[in-house]
């Protein structure tokens, strides 16, 4: 007898807000990237180049984390029982490995331009990036002030991105300086290279995540070895075996496993355990639980993980 049941937990800032706040701060960035671009292009500065490659990379986590809440808000199908929120995560990775991209391009031409260093005009980079640079603040304080940046993922890591992109342009702005007062030509390049390793570490540390999730490991904000020893001193769990914890997207963590009561137990008696079973997992961050009950003369073998041996006889072999 298996059962389910789904808790849901109400958040200080509502979905449509978070919402809101993508849809504002995508817009004011995109336009912003834009005319960085073309303001590094005009000036030929490297460092501005760059700042609006992580702009875009920026521009493009908010727009993809836009419509991951868009997709995921789609209804759940029989075919689909999740819905489309893992479509949150798969977003999340490529734009991880897009960042990697953006960075590698960068220090290849940074490196180019210490060989060769180009004119660059000053004036007009000290002029945009320090408009950059009071663009991100603005951006970064919205977001802070109205969206969720503490629990979703999807907006940790837009958020994450427009900080670490005020520490581009505060780069890119002090490489406009020292170029104006010391005619340091290899500024440029080094802000640069600044730049590509804030955005190459970041999409890293995304592109980790998002595969940790895809792999099905346990999420972060949960420690099994606690789970597990909450479930077994539950009153009337002799033991608990085949124990999986996994990610659906952000939030949204799932347990399912397996417990040994009294055989004797009736079936309200075993569910009463269960119910207990969930509100504990409740305090645990774990959003669904699905727990399978059997008396001790279960087939199953007693490890509490799932052992997954696929040469084992199907009748001897402990799992349907």
């Known amino acids: 007898m298996a059962h389910h049941h789904s808790h849901t937990h109400t958040h200080a800032h509502s979905h449509t807000g978070n919402k809101a706040v993508l849809r504002i701060s995508f817009f004011i960035i995109s336009a912003f990237m834009l005319a960085e671009a073309a303001g590094g292009w005009?000036?030929?500065?490297l460092a501005l180049l760059s700042d609006a490659g992580h702009m875009f990379s920026d521009a493009f986590s908010l727009g993809m984390a836009l419509w991951a809440f868009k997709i995921g808000e789609r209804q759940t199908t029989l075919q689909k029982t999740f819905g489309y929120k893992r479509f949150e995560i798969l977003a999340a990775a490529l734009n991880g490995l897009l960042l990697v991209a953006i960075a590698a391009l960068i220090v290849y031409e940074a490196v180019q331009r210490f060989i060769a260093p180009p004119q660059i005009a000053t004036?007009?980079?000290?002029?945009?990036?320090?408009?950059?640079?009071?663009?991100?603040v603005g951006v970064a304080v919205y977001m802070a002030?109205?969206?969720?940046?503490?629990?979703?993922?999807?907006?940790?890591?837009?958020y994450l991105h427009v900080l670490s992109d005020m520490f581009g342009s505060v780069g890119a702005v002090a490489a406009a300086l020292l170029m104006m007062a010391y005619?340091?030509?290899?500024?440029?390049?080094?802000?640069?290279?600044?730049?590509?390793?804030?955005?190459?570490?970041?999409?890293?540390?995304?592109?980790?995540?998002?595969?940790?999730?895809?792999m099905e490991g346990a999420p972060e904000n949960v420690d099994t070895g606690e789970v597990l020893a909450a479930i077994r001193q539950v009153e009337g769990v002799q033991s608990v075996h085949d124990l999986h914890v996994w990610t659906i997207t952000s939030n949204i963590n799932v347990l399912s496993c397996h417990i040994v009561v009294d055989g004797r137990l009736a079936v309200a008696e075993a569910e009463r355990i269960i119910y207990q079973i969930e509100h504990v997992l409740a305090h645990h961050n774990i959003t669904h639980s699905t727990v399978q009950v059997e008396s001790d003369r279960h087939p199953h073998e007693d490890s509490v993980l799932c052992s997954f041996n696929t040469h084992a006889h199907p009748h001897t072999h402990g799992h349907h």
């Open 123 to 136: 004036a007009g980079m000290l002029f945009i990036s320090v408009l950059g640079l009071l663009v991100n």
């Open 145 to 158: 002030k109205n969206g969720d940046t503490e629990e979703n993922v999807n907006m940790r890591g837009a």
């Open 183 to 214: 005619g340091w030509t290899w500024a440029d390049p080094l802000a640069s290279i600044l730049v590509a390793a804030l955005v190459g570490r970041s999409g890293w540390v995304l592109f980790r995540q998002t595969l940790h999730i895809l």
């Open 42 to 45: 005009l000036t030929n500065s």
